[in-house]
């Protein structure tokens, strides 16, 4: 583990596996009442394999990350962009690199600072799109972005989920089938966008990589091969069959024509709601019983469905995980 300076951008992890991290965190760096030592404890603690520090328009945390990153725990190096007119994560970029805030819409100013992202090798992300406060509603087009926070976590709210999140969700899922028809659609995340105690990781994000590196993380982010969970105790998988064939979530399954069978198995929602999504909007509903604990099955097939995707949700009707989906072809 590095005494000082920059955090590695690769730990040991367990090679190609699904990993917990949270992307959206603030320090006392910029408006958060934590430091980066008690974030990094508090997020190992409730079973994050990563994080991003995000401060608001600045890179001053990046160097004081490196003695908090461990053999088995990724820190990201990032910035929340908080332009006029709506704020992005800026995730993978390098050490100590800026990206410009001072613009809004109609400035046609963010393809620049975008660019400049991507030629570090990060990732472009939507932060918190419906926020109800000014400068919080994102008013870019969702185009030029790699991804969508639709889950934004507690900040200042003592509900995890809330009307906030439904609209971005609403949003992301109205336009998952035009993406997807086109040729690409720009995956959801989860954040806790972290400002106090005892909200990292509340929600999360799951992903698919080939390794514990920040290039691995990304790239599985950025082609969805990742799910979003309210805490470590949710797990879920999900599945789409057809023949022989067979994809996960952010993949794609040529059916051939078959008949294809979605299978979801959940664990750790007591009495959810799991319900089955498509670009015919939800399609099937079922519960699971008070164990949390059950597989779910749904058939249909690619004349009938683009995609599927599913959400979970308590009884009160709060989101406890959704995912991705599997294009079918």
């Not at 963010?110 to 090798?121: A, F, M």
């Not at 067979?246 to 750790?268: Q, W």
Request: charged residues 20%; contains cysteine; proline residues 6%.
């Amino acid at each position: 583990m590095p005494d000082s300076g920059f955090p590695p951008r690769q730990a040991r992890g367990r090679g190609a596996s699904w990993y917990r991290g949270d992307c959206h965190i603030h320090s006392v760096y910029s408006d958060g009442e934590l430091t980066p030592e008690q974030l990094a404890a508090d997020a190992r603690s409730v079973g994050l394999d990563f994080i991003a520090t995000t401060e608001h328009n600045s890179a001053n945390a990046h160097n004081a990350w490196g003695r908090h990153a461990a053999d088995d725990f990724l820190v990201l190096l990032g910035e929340e962009v908080t332009t006029k007119t709506g704020h992005w994560l800026a995730l993978g970029i390098a050490p100590g690199q800026v990206i410009d805030w001072d613009y809004r819409v109609g400035d046609k100013l963010i393809g620049p600072c975008l660019d400049q992202v991507r030629e570090s090798g990060g990732l472009c992300v939507a932060a918190h799109p419906h926020a109800p406060y000014p400068s919080g509603s994102f008013m870019y087009p969702y185009r030029d972005l790699d991804a969508v926070e639709v889950w934004n976590g507690l900040w200042t709210s003592d509900r995890p989920w809330n009307a906030d999140n439904e609209a971005a969700l609403a949003e992301w899922g109205r336009g998952l089938a035009e993406g997807i028809h086109a040729g690409r659609w720009r995956p959801a995340m989860g954040n806790s966008d972290t400002h106090l105690e005892g909200q990292i990781g509340i929600p999360h994000t799951v992903v698919f990589a080939e390794d514990l590196s920040t290039p691995a993380v990304l790239e599985g982010i950025r082609v969805g091969r990742s799910w979003i969970a309210e805490s470590a105790a949710v797990d879920l998988s999900l599945t789409a069959v057809a023949a022989d064939h067979n994809a996960g979530i952010g993949e794609r399954l040529a059916t051939h024509g078959e008949p294809v069978m979605v299978r979801a198995h959940i664990r750790g929602v007591p009495s959810a709601t799991v319900s089955f999504h498509t670009d015919r909007g939800k399609v099937h509903r079922e519960a699971l019983p008070d164990s949390g604990v059950g597989t779910v099955e749904w058939h249909t097939t690619s004349e009938d469905s683009a995609f599927a995707r599913i959400e979970v949700r308590h009884p009160h009707g709060h989101m406890a995980a959704l995912t991705n989906p599997i294009v079918l072809t």
